[in-house]
């Protein structure tokens, strides 16, 4: 199946400081990009969704000032936690689709964030 | 929010035999898709199942969809200890962006 890079694997933060965290679709053009917050031992809460070369549609409840999300190119999505506070500390995972509603989203292998 | 909910929320067999996991959901859907996560990793696609279709097959995996009772269950025959894992189901609902969201997830464990 296709591949979906997530960097970095892990990041330590100090409170106040932002972390930026890559999704890059390797072998296919993604023309939309998911973010998903995990808490341990819970599920995957979507927190936006980004196409290409748009705004990205944030979630009910999910600051968008907060969370910076841009998608400038069909392989690259980004996500910014601003501000960093350790109740953002979690497991952020990146999914990216080629095509439409049924197809298959390639999933990232997740960063996981901690504040301090 | 949350559309599909997992049932059992834990399971544990021993090895070689079968695993059923169940799903429901509320709102209609496209498609229903299962996915499998290891604990602390990204998700792995197992299988998506289209909401004209009944039943699916991949390898050990048998996906059933009920689209009347909104339901759909994931059955893992011959269970192996590499099957310890999270699986959750997941739909693609409504709206321009198609989103996929996911349900609480089964933590299934396998003991050899």
């Known amino acids: 199946g296709a591949v979906v890079s997530q960097h970095p694997s892990w990041v330590i933060c100090k409170s106040g400081t932002s972390v930026k965290i890559e999704c890059r679709s390797l072998?296919?053009?993604?023309?939309?990009m998911f973010w998903y917050r995990q808490f341990p031992k819970q599920s995957l809460m979507l927190m936006a969704t980004?196409?290409?070369?748009?705004?990205?549609?944030?979630e009910q409840g999910v600051e968008k000032d907060k969370f910076l999300i841009n998608h400038a190119s069909l392989t690259l999505s980004t996500l910014t936690v601003t501000s960093a506070h350790p109740e953002d500390s979690s497991f952020y995972i990146c999914?990216?689709?080629?095509?439409?509603?049924?197809?298959?989203?390639?999933f990232g292998q997740g960063t996981r964030l901690t504040v301090v | 929010s949350q559309q599909g909910e997992e049932d059992p929320q834990a399971l544990s067999i021993q090895e070689g035999e079968n695993a059923t996991m169940n799903c429901s959901y509320k709102?209609?859907?496209?498609?229903l898709q299962w996915y499998r996560q290891n604990s602390g990793r990204g998700l792995v696609h197992l299988i998506l199942?289209?909401?004209?279709?009944r039943e699916k097959h991949s390898g050990r995996l048998r996906v059933t969809l009920d689209t009347s009772k909104k339901s759909s269950s994931l059955l893992i025959t011959a269970s192996r200890a590499a099957d310890t894992a999270s699986y959750f189901c997941?739909?693609?609902?409504?709206?321009?962006?198609?989103?996929?969201?996911f349900g609480k997830g089964t933590l299934l464990t396998v003991n050899p």
């Open positions: 999914s990216a689709r080629a095509g439409g509603p049924n197809t298959e989203a390639f």
């Open positions: 072998d296919f053009q993604a023309t939309t």
């Open positions: 980004s196409n290409e070369g748009s705004k990205a549609t944030y």
């Open positions: 709102t209609s859907i496209n498609n």
């Open positions: 199942i289209r909401s004209n279709e």
């Open positions: 997941a739909t693609y609902s409504g709206g321009s962006n198609y989103k996929l969201t």
